[in-house]
């Protein structure tokens, strides 16, 4: 497990296990002119990533100033750890961070009220 995945497991063990939907938001910042070739790669690792029990979605957001976020749902935390830590995972992670100038700022959630 990359060090990266171990803080987000820790960050993750605080919030409660169960049957209720988790929400996974990471503000990013991408490096000039790797907006297109991003939006690529995320297309394609969905390809992959939807195959996993538990996902829900996944989708690259940008908002009108120009910011981007993705944003990630899962049945549960198990399945989104147990996709985090997948082989398939860790094969595709490393060119998606390629794009960014900077580490993605995660928050993660679970659905309180629909």
Known sequence: MDFE?????????????????????ADIQLKEGAEEGFKEWFSESNRVLES?????????????????????EHESKETFIKMHQSPEHEKIHPKG??????????????????
């Open 5 to 25: 995945m171990e803080i987000l497991e820790k960050k993750l063990n605080g919030i409660s296990c169960g049957s209720t939907m988790f929400v996974m938001m």
């Open 97 to 114: 961070h390629s794009f960014m100038s900077a580490d993605p700022v995660r928050k993660t959630f679970t659905v309180a009220a629909e």
């Open 52 to 72: 996993f029990p538990g996902f829900i979605s996944r989708k690259f957001l940008k908002s009108a100033d120009g910011s981007f976020r993705i944003l990630v």
